[in-house]
């Protein structure tokens, strides 16, 4: 190997150091605030107001919390298997592997999120067309930032 093929591998290893670094703070940014996201609806279940809502938007409460801690799972991962599987190293797999996770993780949580909003929208406007309406909107929010945004930026 000539010394510009090594300088090459040099090169590409920092940036690939630098990419695993990134990836992991995307991750770090967005955890909290799943896990705080995580924690009002386990509490919600203990407050009063949870007894008055249907059976039905119960087990849709149900359903997203378990999309919430879905999202945690995916989010948190690429920690787990750098920690396990590479450590002290970061490869291009791992960076793909952690930008796929993060990606993945924004379908549940947002999932999650629109179905608590319909909940919440239910119980103070006592319209289940016009909470369906805004629990709609704001996943195609979510669709459109998350998702449409960045392919149609690229």
């Known amino acids: 190997m000539d010394g510009r093929e090594e300088n090459f591998s040099h090169e590409s290893g920092k940036q690939t150091q630098k990419l695993a670094r990134g990836a992991i703070e995307e991750a770090r940014m967005v955890l909290p605030g799943i896990q705080a996201l995580f924690g009002f609806q386990l509490i919600a279940v203990f407050n ?20 919430i801690a879905i999202a945690i799972a995916l989010i948190m991962t690429p920690a787990a298997y750098h920690r396990q599987a590479e450590p002290r190293t970061a490869t291009d ?26 909940i919440l929208a239910d119980l103070i406007l006592d319209d289940v067309n016009a909470s369906l309406w805004i629990a709609s909107l704001l996943l ?13 930026l690229r």
């Open 93 to 118: 797999f791992f960076v793909k592997l952690t930008s796929i996770l993060i990606t993945a993780a924004m379908v549940p949580l947002m999932i999650g999120l629109c179905l608590d909003v319909y």
């Open 140 to 152: 195609a929010f979510f669709a459109a930032l998350w998702f449409l945004l960045p392919n149609v």
């Open 48 to 67: 009063n107001r949870f007894l008055e809502i249907s059976a039905f938007e119960q087990r849709l409460h149900l359903s997203a919390a378990l999309l």
